[in-house]
Every structure is written in C-alpha cells, then in structure tokens.
C-alpha cells in the first residue's frame, strides 16, 4: 500500500509539473492542490458535521444584513467576470466557438484578461462556499441536500483544474455560461433580501432552475462537439469528463425540478 501512494503520488506531481499553466502558476491558491483539498476538506466537514453540532442548542443567527451584503457583492463581481470574461473570448475573432486549444504560449493583451477572469471565477467558487455556511448558522439544515454540497464543493475542485490545466481553451465556455447563470440567480437572493414577499413568486425560482438545466445540457453539446471533431488538440479526456459531469448535473437538477415544481403542483391541484 505505502509503494502504491507513493507511485499515485509521484504520478500527480510528474502530470501537474508537466501540464501546468505557467501564466497562472504564481495565483493564489493555484500553485499545490492542497489548499484546494483542504478547503474541500473543511467545507464538508463543516457543514456535514462540525457546524450543525456547534448550532445544535443554539438559535439560528439573523444574518440578513450580511446576507444582502453578500448577494450584493455575487451580483457585481459575477456581472463583471462575465462581461471581462465574454469580451475576451467568443466575442473575439480569434476565439473559437467550436474547438479552442489550449495554448500556454499565448500571452496577448485579451489572452491575459481572459486570464483574470478565469482566476476571478476560480475565486468566486471559494466564496460560493459560503451559501452553505449560512444555511448552517440559519439552521436551514433542510436546505443542506446532496446536490447543494455536491456541487459547491465539485465546483471548487473542476474550476481548479480548469484554470490551472486549461485557461483560454474550449472549457471556457464553462465559466462563461455560468458567470451569466450567477449573475440571473444572485440577483434573485438579493431581490428577496430585501423583499421577502416576493418568494412567494415562485416562478422566479422555477426558471431559475430551467436555466440551470439549460446550461447543464447545452455544456453536454459543447464538450461532445470536440470529442466528435477534435481538430484543435484539446484534450478529448477533459471533453468526456465534462459531458459526463454535465449530464450528471442535469440529472440531478431535473430530480430536483421534478420534486419541487412539477410534483409538488400535481399534489397541490
């Protein structure tokens, strides 16, 4: 056992030497992986156990101040990843929307702000975190599901890969499209912050929701178009990872609309 984590060991170093992005190999929180596992780490352990058992003869915090201010500050630093990110990607000539390699040696002015908004998002990930740590300190332990955990803590670890391994390449479109889904759904929380009354709008939440799944399945048809044409060398693993990852998602979200709109209208009625 020792000799065969060794070997995994060695094994990751060599491919994380060899396939590292050098224009982002000094970022904060990208050179090891191991401050991105640990904060996985924490995170799960936390909200799974650590935080309910700290709350468990306490009452839930308030937290709607901090909450607004948080929502706030999703909605400005999602809007403006997105629109740097966009301006520098597919709305750009020498952006391909059908298969963009990853090439470490572009270093042009609009390559490197595409760059900044990737790391931005990265970032963004970390502080997504925190939606979970105040259902723990609201006591809304109902809202703490396995799709909930799953995808903050996931995000984290494929938005690592992502900026580290692939800045610039066809899995840009990742980030893009889920820059403009934050910005839609952050606004949502800070409207109903402000204006509780207005949760009663379900319908909100439901498209909300239908956007989600449209991103999940238009992601599947973005990573499966390199994987059937790959003219441009981007690796066809991380394609079919994506679309298997993608798909998963759009099952577990689609579980998730069944269960909370179209189930729950057909017991109402």
């Not at 500050?73 to 997105?82: A, K, P």
């Not at 995000?155 to 690592?160: H, I, K, T």
Request: overall charge positive; some cysteine.
């Amino acid at each position: 056992m020792p000799l065969i984590l060794k070997y995994f060991y060695y094994w990751i170093s060599y491919w994380f030497n060899e396939h590292k992005d050098p224009r982002v190999e000094g970022f904060f929180l990208l050179g090891s992986p191991f401050p991105m596992y640990a904060s996985i780490v924490l995170y799960l352990l936390f909200v799974l156990k650590w935080g309910p058992k700290w709350m468990e003869n306490r009452p839930p915090y308030e937290l709607k101040n901090v909450i607004r201010v948080y929502n706030f500050l999703q909605v400005v630093s999602n809007l403006g990843l997105f629109i740097l990110g966009i301006r520098n990607s597919y709305l750009r000539k020498e952006f391909s929307f059908f298969c963009q390699t990853v090439d470490t040696t572009n270093n042009e002015p609009w390559m490197q702000n595409l760059l900044w908004a990737t790391y931005g998002y990265y970032i963004t990930k970390y502080f997504d975190l925190l939606d979970t740590v105040f259902f723990v300190l609201r006591k809304k332990n109902n809202q703490i599901t396995f799709l909930h955990v799953y995808h903050h803590a996931g995000m984290v670890f494929a938005v690592y890969i992502f900026t580290k391994f692939l800045a610039g390449s066809h899995s840009t479109m990742l980030g893009v499209i889920n820059l403009f889904i934050h910005t839609i759904m952050y606004s949502y929380y800070l409207v109903t912050s402000i204006h509780p009354e207005y949760t009663k709008s379900i319908w909100w939440k439901r498209y909300i929701t239908q956007m989600q799944l449209a991103q999940f399945g238009y992601l599947v048809f973005h990573f499966a178009i390199v994987i059937v044409k790959n003219d441009c060398g981007h690796p066809n693993l991380v394609s079919f990872v994506g679309l298997i990852q993608n798909l998963f998602m759009f099952a577990l979200f689609f579980d998730f609309y069944l269960k909370a709109y179209v189930r729950k209208r057909t017991k109402m009625q």
